[in-house]
């Protein structure tokens, strides 16, 4: 008989414990007698490290530590919509249950509610080949969500049995020829990526309901964007926003090492809205993974994993699946502060050097897929993920990691948000590698004239820049008027077609189609004012204001009424061209 | 969690800085409470920072000098660091570990509770809404600050951060009524900086409602770590079992930082940016995110923090990760503070992010938020302009760069500028309006024509 492993020393989040001769590196084990989870994460003979994944204050030299021969796991089955994990997967309700106000360590709740019963409607009978992927059924998870139960990835064989009924979600609902037995729910090691059967081209546009990130920085569905920025220039409120209205079917929401109240927040306010596509409430599709700053460090690393994990379950059934991770740059810290403890030879600012690859294997999860399994379907993951940078400094390491791997980048810039211009990206540095992928969608489901209308803003926008420079050096009066008439297209270009209050009651969201018209109204504002200027009249003379007026009516109008908004304004514009002749 | 009884161990194997080594301790837990004795000398107190079956390495909080690990008698408790809480603490004056500093005997209290506390369930938070008024316009008017918030001040070197703080905990101590509490964290301050906001305390009568944890400047650095723990552990108390509102002012979490980094160098640790260490995002976060309401119980914690910018510098560490952490900040600028302006609060930096839920209809007023995102614009706006004048000259500008220009003076002047004291909220609302009121209606882009009418209406019925 082999003596019990026991803690030799604690220091931080980690635990030395000895002996170890059989245990696995990333093997999960039970730590000090009241059972916290921690995970091996380094071997030296019998001796070896784990991280602990909860509170470590008080643990003992001299406690016990039993090895679980598993993987960190996620379980995945119906009852995950409208959730709220913990970096672990535990419902925070249930922890409330269990401890309180408070969160104590060694708290042991499952994921899913094993008391709960479903309604399984088979897809197959019995004698059928299955493979892994394939739909063996549905239960109904929300009204109108049909969550397909799927094959686990490395099963296959022929089905003794099937049948529907209710079960709870440890009960068999079918059985292979070989004993394999199937539940609806499954379990999955959250650090391996699951396997789709191939990965499609991004040319599909994920509509953000942003006007600035849908005109000038569009994401391709499946696809990844880098979101930096310093301390309150708005990420938090770009992944909120694309959470509630984003064209996808489903949210995995993560809050990784930030502020509890935001949470509250969201918990608050995603119920009592309702998803405009589906008429339900938008908790009704979304899955929150809460981890704040002030929780354990180590389940902050994990917490992102655990996301992405279950973003690629719901894509496997074949949905279009949003993944929002705020902030990776806590995700990164959460690292090195382990790989300190761990005495690493640090690279960069004391990041591990495995941080570019672990970063590019994370991102690398996202796609657009063919899922694996008949009948045949797509999904998509598509990663948007917040970065905040020391001192809003975008050469940091995790900053520039992510760049690297990211095919968007919205930067946004402290200059723009102090002067609460919203969404403060700036355009300048901002750039998607998605968008010849995807104008040709815009071009035909959005109106045609959305290429030409891009460009030719970016144009005003950047001339715009330009004449500003000089106007600095020489004063504006000094300005041509044409010129001038420049500088106040710009700014209007930046109020009613770039700007967007993630507050206004009509505004928070924009269909593709108003973000063309608002564009067109301000393009033909100009066309309009230049000629009235090359015809002879004045700047000063030209009711530039009341031109305003009306196209900010069209930006405060809600979905119905924003058509007819349009039209009036553009009827009025008529009215400063004939002004002029 | 099964912490043992006390056990002495007679000579530490070595001393480093504030850390003492210990070799062949039995049972040792993280974080466990660890008193030394050396004869000659009062007793010190410190925590296991790193428990091994070989190694044990203590932090010392007291005094490191004189610190002879060969003649120390070193008692593990089988206790982590507590804190005397109850709501007998309210009156009394104690040190950044707890001791009475007022001559009365050490507090019973109701209760001993670990100073680390626990993350509170992020489900189990309410949503903070409720507006305080601070008497303050801009806070009040353009950076509200709610309770359960968390709001730092971003203070640089002379500027009157303490005082914006006092007198905002004097009107926050009238609302409604109900019952409320001040817990003062003073973190390694010059014993003439607390003097001066306690004589504003005192004379505001707040000082019989406030618990004052007093470190000061010539107190050892490693007990400012202590120091706002032991006040946000009372703090916890009075609101959440006391059923107080608790307003926690700490001043200066700079000096905090600074000990943070002590200790880390003296583990030889590697230096994060500008040699703090790496955790200090998360160390940092145990503190401030205990701000908050809990569903079901009836008192709150709100913060004030309050920091200073090492040159006034807001890409420094200490600012940066805080502004990661907390709700907004409020920045002070020092050149509104060389022009007279009181409280010198640079508005475009500063931020309250949970103003949304604070303003509007049913809370403040309806129009509020296009009111304060009026004043914002032509104020950077005028700001824009002021650079701009600087080169061209004011001459050089277009007509409505001049109008913002002048509004950018006035609107520091007579909106941020408080030199009669405290507004209500109605009198800050109106001097906002009524810079406005100087623009030609249609530069005023942000405001409805509804909220417009409704404004005229009001001043046409105003005697
Ligand atoms: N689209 C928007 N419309 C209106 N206000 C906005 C918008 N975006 C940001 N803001 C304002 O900026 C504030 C800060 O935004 P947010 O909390 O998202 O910043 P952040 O980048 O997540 O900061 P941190 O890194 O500290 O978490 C918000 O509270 C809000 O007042
Ligand atoms: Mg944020």
């Known amino acids: 008989m082999t003596a019990p492993a026991l803690i030799r020393r604690v220091t931080g989040t980690l635990v030395e414990a000895a002996p170890l001769p059989g245990v696995g590196l990333y093997e999960l084990a039970a730590v000090g007698s009241g059972g916290l989870l921690g995970e091996v994460i380094r071997l030296a003979g019998d001796r070896a490290t784990l991280q602990v994944y909860e509170e470590t204050n008080g643990l003992e030299v001299g406690e016990p530590v039993s090895p679980s021969g598993r993987a960190l796991e996620i379980e995945l089955g119906p009852g995950l919509l409208g959730s709220v994990l913990d970096g672990l997967g535990r419902p925070l309700a249930a922890l409330a249950a269990h401890s309180g106000d408070f969160l104590t360590a060694g708290a042991n709740v499952p994921t899913l509610d094993p008391a709960r019963w479903w309604t399984f409607g088979p897809a197959l009978a019995a004698g059928a080949t299955v493979a892994p992927g394939d739909v063996l059924g549905t239960v109904e998870e929300r009204p109108g969500f049909a969550h397909r139960i799927l094959v686990p990835p490395g099963v296959r064989g022929t089905l003794a049995h099937i049948t529907g009924g209710r079960y709870t979600v440890h009960e068999t609902i079918a059985e292979l020829a070989d004993g394999t037995r199937f539940t609806l729910a499954q379990r999955w090691p959250v650090r391996r990526p699951r396997p789709v059967a191939a990965r499609l081209p991004d040319d599909r546009p994920f509509l ?196 690297r791997v990211a095919g968007a980048v919205w930067a946004l810039d402290p200059a723009l948000a102090h002067q609460r211009q919203f969404p403060a990206v700036d355009w300048e540095v901002s750039y998607s590698e998605y968008l010849q992928g995807t104008l040709p969608w815009f071009e035909q489901e959005a109106g045609t004239g959305w290429t030409d209308a891009r460009r030719r803003l970016l144009e005003l926008l950047q001339r715009g820049r330009e004449l500003k420079e000089i106007a600095a050096l020489i004063g504006p009066d000094a300005l041509q008027d044409e010129d001038r008439l420049v500088l106040e297209v710009a700014r209007l270009i930046r109020e009613l077609v770039l700007g967007q209050s993630a507050y206004s009651a009509t505004d928070a969201s924009s269909p593709a189609g108003k973000t063309l018209a608002l564009a067109r109204l301000v393009l033909a504002l100009h066309d309009a004012a230049r000629a009235a200027i090359a015809a002879g009249k004045a700047l000063e003379r030209l009711d530039l204001a009341h031109q305003r007026r009306h196209i900010a009516a069209v930006r405060d109008a809600g979905p119905e009424a924003w058509p007819q908004a349009a039209e009036t304004a553009h009827a009025e514009l008529a009215r400063l061209g004939k002004e002029a002749v | 969690m099964t912490l043992t009884l006390p056990r002495s161990y007679q000579g530490a194997n070595g001393a480093a800085g504030p850390l003492l080594f210990l070799e062949g301790a039995d049972r040792v837990a ?23 079956d070989k190694v044990t390495v203590v932090q010392v909080l007291d005094e490191p000098m004189g610190l002879a690990p060969g003649r120390a008698e070193v008692t593990l408790t089988g206790e982590v660091a507590r804190a005397v809480v109850g709501k007998e603490l309210i009156g009394r004056a104690l040190s950044g570990v707890g001791l009475p500093l ?328 109106d001097a906002g309006w009524r810079l406005l009121e100087a623009f030609p209606r249609d530069d005023l882009t942000r405001i409805s024509d509804a909220a417009w009418a409704a404004r005229q209406a009001a001043r046409a019925a105003a005697p």
């Open chain 2, 102 to 429: 007022d001559g009365l005997p050490p507090p019973v209290g109701e209760a001993l509770r670990p100073v680390n506390g626990a993350p509170m369930n992020p489900s189990r938070r309410v949503r903070p809404s409720e507006f305080i008024e601070t008497g303050v316009s801009a806070i009040d008017g353009l950076n509200t600050l709610v309770r359960g918030q968390k709001l730092p001040v971003f203070s640089g070197p002379g500027l009157p951060a303490l005082e914006l703080a006092a007198s905002i905990v004097e009107q926050a101590r009238a609302p409604r009524g109900e019952p409320f509490a001040v817990v003062f964290a003073g973190i390694g301050i010059t014993a003439r900086e607390t003097r001066r906001f306690l004589d504003r305390f005192t004379k505001a009568g707040a000082l019989e409602r406030s618990v004052l944890y007093l470190n000061q400047a010539s107190d050892p650095t490693i007990e400012r770590l202590l120091c706002p723990r032991m006040a946000l552990t009372a703090a916890e108390y009075l609101a959440f079992e006391c059923g107080l509102h608790v307003l926690v002012v700490m001043a200066d979490l700079t000096h905090y930082c600074e000990a943070l980094r002590e200790i880390a160098t003296a583990r030889q640790e590697i230096p994060g940016r500008r040699g703090y260490p790496g955790y200090m995002y998360t160390d940092l976060a145990t503190i401030f995110e205990r701000a908050g309401i809990l569903r079901g119980r009836p008192g709150s914690v709100t913060q004030l923090p309050i920091l200073t910018m090492p040159d006034d510098d807001i890409t420094h560490p200490i600012p940066d990760l805080t502004g990661y952490i907390t709700e907004g900040q409020v920045v002070l600028g020092r050149d509104l503070h060389r022009r007279g302006v009181f409280p010198p609060i640079d508005v475009l930096p500063s931020l309250s992010r949970l103003m949304n839920a604070g303003i509007g209809k049913g809370r403040t007023v309806p129009e509020h938020r296009q009111w304060a995102d009026q004043l914002y614009a032509l104020y950077a706006q005028g700001r824009e302009a002021r650079l701009m004048a600087a080169i061209v000259g004011e001459a050089g500008l277009g007509a409505a760069d001049r109008r913002a220009l002048q509004f950018g003076e006035a609107f520091e002047k007579e909106f941020i500028g408080q030199p009669l004291g405290r507004r209500t909220l109605p009198e800050t609302l």
């Open chain 1, 208 to 403: 953000t309901g942003q006007r600035i990130l849908d005109f000038l920085f569009p994401v391709a569905e499946g696809g990844t964007v880098a979101v930096p920025g310093g301390f309150g220039t708005g990420k938090t409120v770009i992944e909120q926003s694309l959470a509630k209205w984003a064209d996808a079917d489903l949210i995995v929401y993560i809050g990784c090492g930030e502020r509890g109240n935001e949470m509250a927040e969201v918990l608050s306010e995603f119920p009592e809205l309702t998803d405009p596509r589906t008429g339900r409430s938008l908790m009704d599709r979304t899955i929150m993974v809460v981890n704040t700053s002030n929780m354990p460090v180590a389940a902050r690393e994990a917490s992102v994993y655990l996301g992405v994990t279950l973003a690629e379950y719901y894509r496997d059934q074949g949905y279009r699946v949003a993944l929002m991770a705020d902030s990776l740059s806590r995700w990164a810290e959460a690292l090195r502060e382990i790989s300190a403890r761990l005495s690493d030879m640090p690279g960069e600012e004391g990041y591990p050097t495995y941080l570019a690859s672990r970063l590019g294997s994370f991102y690398e999860r996202a796609g657009r897929v063919q899922c694996a399994g008949t009948p045949e379907r797509t999904g998509a993951l598509t990663l948007i993920t917040a970065i905040s940078p020391p001192g809003g400094d975008f050469s940091e390491p995790v900053t520039q990691a992510c760049l």
């Open chain 2, 30 to 52: 993280l974080g466990e409470w660890v008193t030394v004795r050396i004869p000659g000398t009062t007793d010190r107190r410190g925590q296991v920072i790193d428990a091994g």
